[in-house]
């Protein structure tokens, strides 16, 4: 096995036992990204300087006994929406195209207190809005297993990094599938914690009560030990909650007889695909197997969930953004004498398609006379579906459901339909709605070699059973050690 091919965990033994170096394993994670980055377009900005000068001193912790924990040495990737001192933040925007932000996020600081090498920042939808990474400024990002294919989105580029080896892990933001979609599209886990377990400062808003930082990893105990690091409360981020953190590892192994699986009646809609129905069965039986008892259950006001989304995220977005105005920051049009002329050219050369139709919908949603049509009956609609899972949660451990509709997409095939983009989302966005988390796990491949995913929810800060219900599933799962042939 190559070093990029390696998990965190497989490499941090090697660390330990004194067979690699920190050093060795990033030039491994570098050579491979110049063998296939031009193919694939996982990241927007490379750190090459500052990723080898932190492999060195990890190197010199390790020499002195001074190692940080399972991260030390291990390279990674941060998406673009995560603010970082010593590397533009674009959020694959036109508008932040040479934006330096002051300081790093919160899960920044603690991956470089972690001693984790960061390695660039990666491709997504411009500001988070989309489902494939082609709403981009910087250009479309490729599925790893087919390079005609969407990586999803909007945390394509973190996904296909991951699927590529072009890192060992990597942090995404899911503000309605963002993370687990394209960890489903890309053969990867994908995780997103409950809403305030991880701290979103210096994430980069989308829509403020949605957004939640999380990684994409290749297997479930490397999704435990990077949320054991980004994890915990954070005193500058209001939403975040002083909720303590367990050692997420020591869940793993423990099993799951005698839990309760729901499976929710409402999650096999028309349009999905067979093979994505398939996947859920194999996990079911699986489930069963491991002495799991599987239960039909229903999440009524899932069917508005779409709906609802779609009117609270662009809501949020359309105040979020109006902050990028050409005054303080970012681009800034020239030859402009009034005010407002400034703000319009600014606005109408720096965002992109995208992003433009989602703050007119959320624009339109807040004015006077509409708010309490859309933006007040979504937000009731959002309760409903949390009562949901509330009701749910009283008698299961966890939910199983299809990550993804379909598998992977063809590059250009939804993005001049709205509306058949944003489905991509219907099974991952109610977790989002409701603040609870999520992990798409890998669940074999369609008959075309696509990967497929399955979804896991678990109930609020039950991260832990959560990690521990998908360890189970991982290992339960036929073993397929097919990866992409770039």
């Given at each position: 096995m190559e070093l990029h091919e390696h998990t965190i965990h497989s490499l941090e033994e090697r660390l330990r036992e004194g067979e690699i170096t920190s050093l060795e394993i990033t030039k491994a994670i570098f050579e491979r990204i110049e063998a296939v980055e031009d193919r694939v377009h996982s990241y927007i900005?490379?750190?090459?300087?500052?990723?080898?000068?932190?492999?060195?001193?990890?190197?010199?912790?390790r020499e002195k006994g001074e190692t940080r924990g399972p991260l030390d040495g291990i390279p990674v990737a941060l998406k673009d929406l995560l603010c970082t001192k010593d590397a533009p933040t674009t959020c694959g925007s036109h508008i932040l195209e040479n934006f330096m932000s002051p300081y790093d996020a919160s899960v920044v600081e603690k991956l470089r207190a972690a001693g984790a090498v960061i390695l660039g920042k990666t491709n997504m939808d411009e500001f988070a809005m989309g489902s494939s990474t082609e709403t981009s400024y910087f250009g479309v990002t490729r599925n790893p297993w087919d390079l005609e294919r969407i990586p999803g989105g909007s945390s394509g580029g973190s996904a296909s990094a991951v699927a590529a080896g072009e890192c060992i892990a990597?942090?995404?933001?899911d503000t309605g599938g963002s993370i687990r979609q394209p960890a489903a599209h890309c053969g990867v886990v994908g995780m997103k914690p409950t809403y305030g377990r991880v701290s979103r400062y210096g994430l980069v808003a989308f829509a403020s009560s949605l957004d939640q930082i999380g990684s994409l990893t290749k297997d479930i105990e490397d999704s435990a030990i990077i949320l054991g690091v980004i994890a915990g409360h954070d005193k500058r981020d209001?939403?975040?909650?002083?909720?303590?953190?367990?050692d997420y590892r020591k869940f793993l192994g423990r099993g799951i007889e005698g839990w309760v699986v729901g499976i929710p009646e409402e999650y096999y809609i028309e349009g999905i695909d067979p093979e994505a129905t398939e996947a859920v069965e194999r996990?079911?039986?699986a489930m069963k197997e491991l002495g799991a008892e599987c239960r039909e259950i229903s999440l009524p006001h899932t069917r508005y969930g779409i709906a609802a989304y779609y009117i609270i995220g662009p809501a949020e977005a359309s105040s979020n953004l109006a902050r990028y105005d050409g005054i303080r920051y970012g681009l800034r049009a020239s030859g402009r004498k009034q005010l407002i002329d400034l703000y319009r050219s600014t606005r109408a050369a720096g965002f992109g398609a995208e992003v433009k139709r989602r703050i007119m919908i959320g624009t339109y949603a807040l004015?006077?006379?509409?708010?309490d049509a859309y933006y007040k009956k979504a937000s009731q609609v959002r309760t409903l579906m949390k009562r949901d899972f509330d009701d749910a949660f009283g008698i299961c451990d966890v939910i199983l459901t299809p990550t993804t509709p379909t598998a992977a997409f063809r590059l250009g095939e939804k993005i001049d339909d709205p509306l058949r983009m944003y489905l991509s989302d219907v099974f991952t966005l109610p977790a989002n709605l409701a603040g609870i988390p999520g992990l798409s796990l890998p669940?074999?491949?369609t008959e075309k070699g696509l990967p497929l995913g399955i979804q896991l929810l678990a109930g609020y800060f039950k991260e832990d059973k959560l990690l521990q219900a998908a360890y189970a599933l991982e290992k339960a799962l036929p073993r397929d050690q097919r990866r992409p042939a770039l």
């Open positions: 900005t490379l750190m090459r300087e500052s990723a080898f000068e932190s492999a060195r001193q990890s190197d010199r912790r990597s942090l995404g933001s209001s939403t975040s909650l002083p909720e303590p953190v367990p996990a079911a039986e004015s006077s006379g509409y708010y669940c074999g491949f």
